[in-house]
Nanobody, 125 residues
Framework: VQVGESGGGLVQPGGSLRLSCAVSGFSLDDDGAIGWFRQAPGQEREVVGC????????YYTDSVKGRFTIFKDKTENTVHLEMTNLKDEDTAVYYC??????????????????WGQGTQVTVSS
């Protein structure tokens, strides 16, 4: 199993960016989920959101609701994190991770076994 992020970069406040998490070793139709996390400088890593494959449910932390969308593309074996109306406080290294958390535990890092290397997102004018 492998997961890897791409798509980070520099974007102005109010702008948009799409991150991608390429996966291998499992199917996006199987049980399991991809979680997105981020870590800002000097801060602990925090959850951004999650998509569970079997029921295609998505979950988001409050600070990104209405601005971020997670969706899967089975043809590309990729999970995307679409980010809009970006704010300075969204600046962080973003990680995707694969696991099989129960619905009540989607926000916990310990539920995810395989992690990508991270991609930097910088929101600045």
């Amino acid at each position: 199993v492998q997961v890897g992020e791409s798509g980070g970069g520099l974007v102005q406040p109010g702008g948009s960016l799409r991150l991608s998490c390429a996966v291998s070793g499992f199917s996006l139709d199987d049980d399991g989920a991809i979680g997105w996390f981020r870590q800002a400088p000097g801060q602990e890593r925090e959850v951004v959101g999650c998509i569970s494959f079997a029921d295609v449910m998505t979950y988001y932390t409050d600070s990104v609701k209405g601005r971020f969308t997670i969706f899967k593309d089975k043809t590309e074996n990729t999970v995307h994190l679409e980010m809009t109306n970006l704010k300075d406080e969204d600046t962080a290294v973003y990680y995707c991770a694969y696991g099989d958390p129960p619905p009540s535990a989607w926000r916990y890092e310990a539920e995810y076994t395989f992690w990508g290397q991270g991609t930097q997102v910088t929101v600045s004018s």
